[in-house]
């Protein structure tokens, strides 16, 4: 398509205009290696690249700025999706740059904006530039859906309206992915109405998320129920790669290691973690700890309070507590832990992608009973699933399974086997395309009803 339209636009500013170039889009069919920035590099003529044919075109907006759950579940489904006919083009915000380049380097389509998203802060000013931003912002995604020829856009946050109010714009369909229990239960009350006017298909991770939101359940097929999924051939234990990750981590190959995988930010309960860490210790003083995660900027003062913590209770850093930001490598380095916990605070998971691989890595489960992990993690089978914010249930919990080599390796055993029927990428991919098929068909009949007017 080309840009005539952008260049004919002056509010648009030349980073946008780049970013809806042709020439700047990602090609799905480069080949890694090469240099995927546009339709020169790849063969495609500059009409063929931004623009699939395929039956199905999806939009999947991510607010999240740093790489997680939402983001590696569309990066492990998208050949999946394409074989059936489904293209996706992911829509993320400018400054998320390592998300971007991530999802790029797995052959997506990748779109980056300007997009402002709430935020749980008390600063007025970030509210009041959410606001100020949004109707332009939503311009700029409905310009984008008619570009692509999108045909439903999938948006993978609650409180914000950028895709929602962009497919009603351009009267697309919608699909309203609820992926965490984050938003009180007051907002979720007053704000489920709205998605349920504008989403024509509403999916969640598990049944107690659907159940958190008032009205999802009543959706009848239109609620659709999904796990993220997780590569369960690449997160497969391997003795060599255990042993490789201990020595990088600077791991005794003998000792015992609980860890956890997660971004440090404050819902994801690391002072429980670090409580529990210093309750385990009390008779196991020889365990090893390890949190592989990224950081955020503004969080400086959270992570400050949480070392000295670690610290009063014992732990140092770089020695039996380990912090490690694992980029792209969870697979490998989560490899040395011997058990898995998630101590996530209450009014934060939906159903952790990350609990998925480490089942599928045949590791024992510790979690909090937040969002719908007790729907994964079967108690006393795969692992054990404690009431939030009781560091000593953890550590109980933890203590049943060190001590018992048979019942960790059955729980091993028993994790794994759950994790290829419940997360191997097959089934979310199934899920999602259901989701969108449902979605595009609704909106359709919508349209077609006597005066109406779909999404």
């Known amino acids: 398509m080309p840009t ?30 090469r240099n995927a920035k546009g339709a020169k590099d790849c063969g495609h003529g500059p009409e063929s690249c931004p623009v699939s044919d395929a039956k199905t075109n999806v939009l999947v907006v991510i607010h999240a700025p740093v790489y997680g759950g939402p983001h590696n579940t569309i ?11 489904v293209h996706a083009t992911v829509l993320l915000p400018e400054e ?10 797995a052959g997506l389509n990748v779109v980056t904006l300007p997009l402002h998203r709430v935020r749980a802060l008390p600063d007025p000013g970030v509210h009041a530039r959410y606001v100020k931003t949004l109707r332009r912002e939503i311009g700029a995604i409905a310009r984008l859906i008619e570009a692509r020829r999108i045909n439903v856009v999938s948006t993978m946050s609650l409180p914000n309206l950028h895709g929602p109010l962009a497919a009603r714009k351009a009267n697309v369909a ?7 229990s984050f938003a009180p239960p007051m907002f979720r009350r007053m704000w489920m109405p709205i998605v349920l006017h504008l989403a024509q298909v509403v999916m969640t991770t598990g049944t107690k998320i659907a159940e958190a939101h008032p009205g999802t359940t009543g959706l009848g097929d239109r609620w659709v ?61 020889d365990v090893r700890f390890v949190i592989l ?7 400086g003062d959270y992570y400050r309070a949480l070392w000295s913590e670690a610290e009063r209770l014992g732990l140092r850093l770089g020695e039996n507590l380990i912090v490690v930001n694992p980029d ?39 979690t909090t009973d937040v969002g719908s992990t007790s729907e994964c993690v079967t108690d006393g089978v795969s692992g054990y ?51 969108f098929e449902k979605a595009i068909s609704y909106h359709t009949s919508l349209r077609r009803a006597p005066g109406s007017r779909a999404g």
Request: aromatic fraction near 6%; charged fraction near 25%.
């Open 4 to 33: 005539g339209w952008l260049t004919s636009r002056p509010y648009l500013s030349a980073r946008l205009i780049r970013e809806y170039d042709p020439f700047y889009v990602t090609c799905r069919r480069a080949r890694p290696g």
């Open 75 to 85: 990066a492990i489904m998208a050949d999946l999706l394409e074989a059936e006919g």
């Open 96 to 105: 998320a740059l390592a998300a971007a380049a991530r999802l790029r380097d």
């Open 174 to 180: 919608c699909v309203w992915e609820i992926v965490d």
């Open 225 to 285: 129920n999904f796990y993220p999924c997780v590569d369960v051939e690449r997160f497969r234990s391997d003795p060599a790669v255990r042993q490789s990750a201990r020595a990088e981590l600077g791991l005794p190959q003998g000792a015992t290691v609980v860890g956890n995988v997660s971004n440090l930010n404050l819902m994801k309960g690391h002072t429980t973690f670090i409580r529990a860490a210093a309750e385990l210790r009390k008779t196991h003083p």
């Open 293 to 299: 995660g990224d950081t955020y900027e503004h969080l």
């Open 328 to 366: 792209r490598r969870v697979s490998q380095l989560a490899q040395a832990f011997d058990v898995f916990w998630m101590t996530s605070e209450p009014r934060s998971e939906g159903l952790p992608t990350v609990i998925g691989e480490a089942k599928a890595l045949g590791l024992p489960i510790v």
């Open 385 to 435: 699933v404690v009431p939030a914010l009781k560091p000593q249930l953890i550590a109980a919990a933890t203590r049943s399974i060190l001590d018992d080599g048979d019942r960790r390796a059955s729980m091993g055993a028993a994790a794994r086997r759950e994790a290829e029927e419940q997360f191997a990428a097959q089934h979310g991919a199934r899920s999602h395309r259901l989701a």
